[in-house]
């Protein structure tokens, strides 16, 4: 059965430091996403990416945050400057036209 | 602003009982409704979606319920087994032009065998 895909497992990066995260969406889904999970808190919506464009931020997704689509089958995270309050698990999702969003296994950002 | 809520926060029970997972969510013009599991330092397996116009979904032994009007979704776990432990969350889609889930807190569920 097909899986959205997510590298690295586990990212550790110094504070102020850019990170990239990846994922490999399920190959004929049309909407991707990005959620993020702090430790013991709620999964938190960040951005919505349809046809090249974002379609929906919240307002934890400011200027130190960029998604891109740079080929048929990735999509990235990127966050320019980390911070310590950065630290969490970030989940890739995605989803064809029916409303099911299928999760990746996540990575794990630790910021020190 | 939608808020989701999960109770109980943590739930411990023997081997082979039925059991039931609540949700609640204050805006009840929401678009759908979905519960997921997620095992720990894992992802979220999708387990049932149910559009709002819906009033029940059934998987296997799980069976989701929604009642729109009094912001409620529960999930019945039949013939609980070991391997069911882990945490369970439900997340919204409000109504409207928005595509972003909203997120319980989620139900941590051991079950003993």
């Known amino acids: 059965e097909p899986e959205v895909t997510q590298t690295p497992s586990h990212q550790v990066t110094q504070m102020g430091q850019e990170v990239i995260l990846r994922c490999v969406p399920i190959?004929?889904?049309?909407?991707f996403y990005w959620y993020r999970q702090i430790l013991g808190q709620k999964v938190e919506f960040l951005v919505s990416?349809?046809?090249?464009?974002?379609?929906?931020k919240s307002e934890i997704f400011d200027d130190q945050f960029s998604v891109e689509r740079p080929d048929g089958s990735n999509f990235t995270l990127k966050i320019r400057s980390t911070k310590l309050e950065d630290s969490a698990m970030y989940f890739c999702?995605?989803?064809?036209?029916?409303?099911?969003?299928?999760f990746g296994p996540g990575t794990r950002l630790t910021v020190l | 602003k939608q808020e989701v809520t999960q109770i109980p926060a943590a739930l411990s029970v023997p081997e082979g009982e039925n059991l039931v997972l609540n949700c609640s969510f204050t805006?009840?013009?929401?678009?759908?409704l979905q519960w997921f599991r997620q095992d720990p330092g894992k992802g979220l397996t999708s387990l049932l979606l149910?559009?709002?116009?819906?009033r029940e979904q059934t998987s296997g032994r799980l069976n989701a319920s929604l009642d729109k009007s009094s912001g409620r979704s529960t999930l019945y776990i039949a013939a609980s087994q070991p391997g069911d432990s882990a945490t369970y969350l439900c997340?919204?889609?409000?109504?409207?032009?928005?595509?972003?889930?909203?997120f319980g807190t989620g139900t941590l569920l051991a079950v003993q065998p």
């Open positions: 999702a995605s989803r064809s036209y029916t409303d099911t969003q299928y």
């Open positions: 190959s004929n889904h049309l909407y």
């Open positions: 990416f349809y046809n090249n464009e974002i379609s929906e």
């Open positions: 805006d009840s013009a929401i678009y759908n």
């Open positions: 149910i559009q709002s116009s819906q």
């Open positions: 997340a919204v889609k409000s109504g409207g032009a928005t595509n972003k889930l909203i």
